[in-house]
Every structure is written in structure tokens, then in C-alpha cells.
């Protein structure tokens, strides 16, 4: 258990469908980010979320729109995906800038099949 | 621009053999350093970090990994594997400035027994 709780575990959609990933910390992180993982690819940075702010955007569909209502939550609402997006979804968070904790917690991921 | 390199996709080992999975990374300003771990169907969890200091850093299950700054190296090293190892392992860098974590493209570790 990291402190980052990710619901749902699983989801499978279809592509007409419209989903959300939610993402929840208590570990009084301020930044907060979306990764996805596929297979045979390397961890790919999707959103950064400074002090509910987004600070980077890392040339993401549109299919994928973030929301951070408050520094403990994170989303990620879907759709029209396509096949291509089945992935394994992480949220992660950290303390921003410099220091001795900043390392980055991520959550189990939602494993995200669509259909 | 930064970049995390992690040479080898695969390392296949034998039990209580050691193993050195490389990590080199790539940034024009300083960086924090870290080796993370993931487990099937799993998140990824902290092994070890190099924030400052010694350059030698040990995790609590046996890991090492040591900042090597001429080579910009941080290659992760157990003199001993278990069966229990086997996962994936990614080095990842942090810009002491920015939340941005950029990750290399992970390392499968497989213990034989």
C-alpha cells in the first residue's frame, strides 16, 4: 500500500463509451500525474498537476481530458477511445520541487481494455 | 533535453547468482536519481534514491545501486538473487527543479532456479 488509491482496478469499454479513472492520495503531496503504460513501450508521461494546476501536457488526444478538483484527487475522463488506448493506466503523486521526499508514489493502475 | 537508458530488456538469472541491471541517464542540470520496481499487474514502488551525499545507496532488501557522476551512471546491483526478484525495474531521474520524473524503458529481471 503506497498511500495512492486507484479506482477502477479494471474497466473495459467500448469506443462510444465515456469513463473516468479516479485517482486519490492522503499523503499531503502537492503534484499528481498520469502515466500510461503499454506494452512493449516505455512509460509514457500523459499530465502534471502542480497545486491543482496543469503543468504539462504531454501532446495527449483530446479522447483524454484530466481534472484535479483539489490537491488529494485526480481524474481521467474517457471517450471515444480506441483500441490503441488499452493500457495500464498509473497515478502517481510527489512532493514538488526539491527535498528528501521526493520520490514519486504511484497507485496499482487501472487496467483499461477497450473494446 | 533529458533521457533515461536502460541497456538491457531482459536479464535471465540463475538463484543466488549476481546481477547488475545499467542505468545511464542523460541532463544538463543536476537530478535526483532512483531505481523503482513493479511486480505484475502492479504499480511501480521505490527501491532506492540518490538525493546527495554518498554516492552508495542501499535499499532494505539487499539492492544497491551507485551514482557514478563522470559516467552519469546509476546502475542498480544484488550480490544474491532470489526467485522473489523477479520483476521489472525502472531507473528513473527527477530535475531538482521540476516535477517531471522521466523514466527509462524497464529492465525484466528473471530469476532460474
Known amino acids: 500500500e503506497t498511500g495512492v488509491t486507484q479506482t477502477p482496478r479494471h474497466l473495459v469499454m467500448g469506443m462510444t463509451n465515456k469513463k473516468s479513472l479516479k485517482c486519490e492520495q492522503h499523503?499531503?503531496?502537492?503534484?499528481m500525474y498520469w502515466y500510461k503504460q503499454s506494452a512493449k513501450k516505455p512509460l509514457e508521461l500523459m499530465f502534471v498537476y502542480n497545486f491543482k494546476e496543469q503543468t504539462e501536457n504531454n501532446s495527449v488526444p483530446s479522447r483524454f481530458s484530466p481534472e484535479c478538483p483539489n490537491s488529494s484527487h485526480l481524474f481521467l475522463h474517457l471517450h471515444t477511445l480506441q483500441p490503441e488506448d488499452s493500457a495500464l493506466y498509473l497515478c502517481a503523486s510527489s512532493h514538488p520541487g526539491q527535498g528528501l521526499n521526493t520520490e514519486a508514489f504511484f497507485g496499482q493502475g487501472t487496467r483499461l481494455t477497450v473494446v | 533535453a533529458q533521457s533515461v537508458t536502460q541497456l538491457d530488456s531482459q536479464v535471465p538469472v540463475f538463484e543466488e547468482a549476481p546481477v547488475e541491471l545499467r542505468c545511464n541517464y542523460s541532463s544538463s542540470v543536476s537530478v535526483y536519481l532512483f531505481w523503482y520496481v513493479q511486480y505484475p499487474n502492479q504499480g511501480l514502488q521505490l527501491l532506492l534514491k540518490?538525493?546527495?551525499?554518498?554516492?552508495l545507496v542501499e535499499s532494505i532488501n539487499g539492492f544497491e545501486a551507485e551514482f557514478n557522476k563522470s559516467q552519469t551512471s546509476f546502475h542498480l546491483r544484488k550480490p544474491s538473487v532470489h526467485i522473489s526478484d523477479t520483476a521489472e525495474y525502472f531507473c528513473a531521474v527527477k530535475l531538482y527543479n521540476f516535477n517531471k520524473f522521466y523514466f527509462g524503458s524497464g529492465t525484466k529481471l528473471n530469476v532460474k532456479p
Open positions: 540518490y538525493l546527495s551525499g554518498s554516492t
Open positions: 499523503l499531503g503531496h502537492n503534484a
